[in-house]
């Protein structure tokens, strides 16, 4: 069962912009769809899954998993996680 859409008042810029123009939001998910189908994607996807498993992190929120420049992975909170993007 899909969730109950939340008032205008509490959606951000971006997502009231994607419900104002239902064909550009039409547009996003066909491309995000594409590029989340890519095998490096898949790939990057698995390995942190795998290690939010092995730490206890899957199914439990916690923080996200960051790739950092040497390859290893690290837990990291989401916010922080996103300004380093």
Do not use: W
């Amino acid at each position: 069962m899909a969730r109950e859409k939340l008032p205008r008042n509490q959606l951000s810029r971006t997502a009231k912009f994607y419900r104002d123009n239902p064909d550009a939001d039409d547009k996003h998910k066909q491309t995000s769809s594409i590029a989340a189908k890519k095998p490096a994607r898949k790939k990057k996807n698995a390995e942190t899954r795998k290690y939010r498993r092995n730490n206890g992190l899957e199914g439990n929120g916690g923080g996200d998993v960051h790739h950092t420049r040497n390859g290893k992975l690290k837990i990291m909170s989401a916010s922080k996680n996103r300004r380093i993007k």
